[in-house]
């Protein structure tokens, strides 16, 4: 199916643990975003990626590695998770950039971390 | 740095109500504006857009006016339905990169 698609869609993980979570895009999207929502912060960049290989921090970088070896998928890595990294996570995509160029979103994971 | 202020919710309204969800905005440069909105246990979908001053976006019965002397895109919509009821977030795009700014939305109930 056309679309962008994230996994798992819920995850429950112990603090200290490694955890991934997956995000594909079929469009061939150059770009690709993770964002965090969180009541009272709406939602605040973590990464993004201009293309493969291209990856640069946001706004809420710490804790949180990606990679993109591959146009089509862009997976968030909480290298230790810890209790504040609890939220619901939302993978994006768009074209090249643009004025009003829009972005796609994923149905989000929602993580917690106990 | 870029930021985007919304009123806060939640908003309850009775089914054909007129809705106003305020939105301003502060930003470097000439930003895009944006309404997304998130419907019960889904993602973000673009709702409408604008992307210079005193342009008008619209798209199922909303609207909103990029006013940059206010700095201001309030979301409108004359009578509102059930269906309408979701989390609407206001955001803006400056420069390069497609990187979004958010407000921290507004959660909007239509009752019958």
């Known amino acids: 199916d056309a679309g962008i698609t994230q996994s798992p869609r819920y995850k429950i993980t112990e603090t200290g643990r490694q955890v991934t979570l997956m995000c594909h895009q079929t469009?061939?999207?150059?770009?690709m975003f993770w964002y965090r929502q969180d009541l009272g912060h709406g939602l605040r960049l973590i990464y993004y990626?201009?293309?493969?290989?291209?990856?640069d921090k946001g706004e809420v970088p710490d804790g949180y590695v990606v990679s993109r070896s591959k146009t089509e998928n862009f997976p968030l890595t909480l290298e230790s998770a810890t209790r504040s990294q609890t939220s619901v996570y939302f993978c994006?995509?768009?074209?090249?950039?643009?004025?009003?160029?829009?972005?796609?979103f994923g149905q989000g994971t929602r993580l917690t971390v106990v | 740095g870029d930021s985007v202020t919304q009123m806060e919710g939640p908003v309850t309204l009775s089914e054909e109500a007129f809705l106003t969800i305020n939105c301003t905005y502060t930003a470097t440069g000439y930003p895009s504006l944006f309404w997304y909105v998130q419907y019960p246990g889904e993602g973000l979908q673009l709702l409408l857009k604008?992307?210079?001053?005193?342009d008008k976006g619209s798209n199922k019965g909303f609207e909103a006016t990029y006013r940059k002397e206010t700095t201001s895109f309030h979301l409108e919509k004359g009578s509102v339905q059930v269906s309408d009821s979701a989390v609407y977030f206001c955001a803006l795009c400056t420069g390069g990169g497609n990187k979004l700014t958010f407000g921290t939305g507004t959660q909007l109930k239509v009752e019958l």
């Open positions: 990626s201009a293309a493969a290989d291209i990856t």
């Open positions: 994006a995509s768009s074209e090249s950039p643009g004025a009003g160029t829009e972005a796609f």
């Open positions: 604008a992307t210079k001053a005193d």
């Open positions: 469009w061939s999207h150059s770009y």
